[in-house]
């Protein structure tokens, strides 16, 4: 059986946040978008307080021109797919967890 990935909060709040601010778009557009109550829900998300549930997910995939992946890792870490030997250089870091979000068990079976 395939280990659950632990996903990390705060990561993907500062993802989140940093995908609103390339589109120069205000917390408020945001919470206007999703259709919530408050502004606080959108910041919950950017802080790492909560996770969006999955509808919000897929609105703010939308949104932000992004994919999972952005979200989960932030597009400065997208692994070259090709690499054969991604999976050993990217074990020693951070990026290891990501690059399990993205591809599964797929990492773990390349060591």
């Known amino acids: 059986m395939i280990d659950r990935t632990d996903y990390d909060a705060k990561w993907i709040g500062r993802n989140l946040k940093r995908l ?8 408020d557009e945001v919470r206007k978008y999703l259709g919530v109550g408050s502004v606080q ?3 919950k998300y950017e ?13 703010l995939m939308q949104l932000y021109e992004a ?17 054969v030997d991604v999976t050993r250089k990217w074990r ?10 993205y591809r599964g068990y797929i990492g773990r079976r390349a060591g």
Do not use: H, W
Not at 67 to 83: K, M, S, Y
Not at 92 to 101: A, G, M, P, S, V
């Open 47 to 59: 802080s790492g307080k909560s996770y969006p549930p999955a509808d919000a997910m897929f609105a």
């Open 20 to 27: 609103r601010k390339e589109k120069k778009l205000t917390v």
């Open 92 to 101: 020693r870091n951070r990026e290891k967890q990501c690059l399990f979000y």
């Open 41 to 43: 829900a959108v910041y």
């Open 67 to 83: 994919d999972l992946f952005d979200i989960l890792c932030g597009r400065e870490n997208r692994p070259a797919v090709t690499a």
